[in-house]
């Protein structure tokens, strides 16, 4: 307060010395003001360190489009119970910005609901998206939409999906949502709340909600046919969300970079990550173009303890290389562009995610 207080004093003082002696109104009274996103588009890429970046960049025959990102950040990944965090509660903080226990879908760590950010969006009028290359209602999309204590409840956050403000999605599940024990048809449900489904393939329609569930669980590998599903289904969502002039929230997941570490393969992490780059340049070319887009790249948690280590014969090539199959505890990095872009630099945690956001949307 003391600060602004003298700065207004100088002001004063520097106007009535002026020979114009414009009116104080007409003074800026900040010039660090952060321009105001009015979309937001959040990819996630699932267990991805700076090694897995590094080996799209040595391994992609396209240029890489996270080398278009001016400002870069790293985050601290530990979740509330554990050192080395799983996708829910790595989910849970960028979505709800709050550290929980693993295995946490939007849920603190006395298990009660935290409201998220497409919760919070939704309320102003905002538009919101959700696509994964796991099912949808997996821990990482789930996150966004669900509160369930356990991400393996996926038939309790399929019914969420349906009760939530969701407007577009893509991704795996169908499972989930038809042919269920309990006999619901939440594909029917959906459509019965006005979207327009598709459990076949990826087709764009002039409704104002869609929703594509293209797998029974995970959508297949890249390496398996997956095709330009991830990109595509960017681009569509884009389309669609990006008609309400009010703004909108869209996150996309490139699920199985993970997978790829888990399974210790780096064939598969390396297929996912070029795959997942096509989506960032999707993403990136829209806010480019847009110019009101703030977009936001990062990880949960690396997975694999991914390396490029330099390989027996020598210096001259890579042998990649992986120290566990399961997540590690490093730091991963957060890339952004657009309006509030330069506020995700620098180390924090990954909560801060969430909170960055908050106060770029909900400025007071
Ligand atoms: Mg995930
Ligand atoms: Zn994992």
């Known amino acids: 307060m003391k600060r602004i207080i003298l700065c207004l004093g100088v002001m004063l003082h520097l106007t009535s010395c002026t020979s114009q002696n414009k009116s104080l109104a007409q003074q800026p009274i900040s010039e660090e003001k952060t321009a105001q996103p009015k979309n937001i588009i959040l990819l996630i890429a699932d267990g991805t360190g700076l090694s897995q970046i590094s080996a799209l960049q040595f391994y992609s025959e396209a240029p890489v489009n996270y080398d278009r990102f001016p400002v870069v950040g790293l985050i601290k990944t530990s979740s509330s119970s554990e050192l080395v965090t799983d996708s829910a509660a790595g989910a849970t903080a960028f979505a709800?910005?709050?550290?929980?226990?693993?295995?946490?879908?939007?849920?603190?760590?006395?298990?009660?609901?935290?409201?998220?950010?497409?919760?919070?969006?939704?309320?102003?009028?905002?538009?919101?998206g959700l696509i994964a290359t796991?099912?949808?209602?997996?821990?990482?999309?789930?996150?966004?939409?669900?509160?369930?204590?356990?991400?393996?409840?996926?038939?309790?956050?399929?019914?969420?999906?349906?009760?939530?403000?969701?407007?577009?999605?893509?991704?795996?599940?169908?499972?989930?949502?038809?042919?269920?024990?309990?006999g619901l048809d939440l594909v029917d449900a959906l459509g019965f709340n006005g979207f327009k489904m598709n459990t076949s393939k990826l087709e764009s329609s002039e409704e104002t909600k869609q929703g594509f569930l293209l797998a029974q669980d995970g959508m297949p590998k890249m390496l398996e046919g997956r095709g330009d599903f991830l990109p595509k289904a960017t681009q569509m969502a884009l389309d669609q969300l990006s008609k309400n002039k009010k703004g909108f929230f869209l996150m996309v997941?490139?699920?199985?970079?993970?997978?790829?570490?888990?399974?210790?393969?780096?064939?598969?992490?390396?297929?996912?990550?070029?795959?997942?780059?096509?989506?960032?340049?999707?993403?990136?070319?829209?806010?480019?173009?847009?110019?009101?887009?703030?977009?936001?790249?990062?990880?949960?948690?690396?997975?694999?303890?991914?390396?490029?280590?330099?390989?027996?014969?020598?210096?001259?090539?890579?042998?990649?290389?992986?120290?566990?199959?399961?997540?590690?505890?490093?730091?991963?990095?957060?890339?952004?562009?657009?309006?509030?872009?330069?506020?995700?630099?620098?180390?924090?945690?990954?909560?801060?995610?969430?909170?960055?956001?908050?106060?770029?949307?909900?400025?007071?």
Not at 96 to 125: P, R, W
Not at 134 to 146: D, K, L, N, R
């Open 96 to 128: 709800s910005g709050i550290k929980t226990f693993n295995g946490a879908v939007g849920v603190a760590q006395d298990s009660t609901a935290v409201i998220t950010i497409a919760e919070e969006v939704s309320k102003i009028g905002w538009d919101t």
């Open 134 to 182: 796991s099912s949808i209602t997996h821990a990482t999309p789930a996150c966004f939409y669900a509160h369930v204590p356990d991400r393996d409840l996926e038939l309790d956050i399929a019914l969420q999906l349906v009760n939530s403000d969701i407007d577009f999605f893509a991704g795996g599940g169908l499972e989930f949502f038809r042919g269920r024990w309990d």
């Open 253 to 364: 997941e490139g699920s199985q970079v993970d997978w790829g570490g888990h399974d210790n393969d780096a064939d598969y992490l390396i297929t996912e990550i070029i795959d997942f780059d096509k989506a960032l340049g999707v993403a990136m070319d829209f806010a480019e173009k847009d110019g009101e887009t703030l977009v936001i790249v990062t990880a949960d948690h690396e997975t694999g303890g991914f390396t490029l280590a330099a390989s027996e014969s020598g210096y001259e090539t890579i042998t990649p290389t992986f120290s566990t199959d399961s997540h590690s505890a490093t730091m991963v990095p957060v890339f952004s562009y657009g309006p509030g872009s330069e506020t995700f630099g620098g180390i924090y945690e990954n909560t801060e995610i969430y909170h960055k956001m908050k106060k770029l949307i909900f400025p007071k």
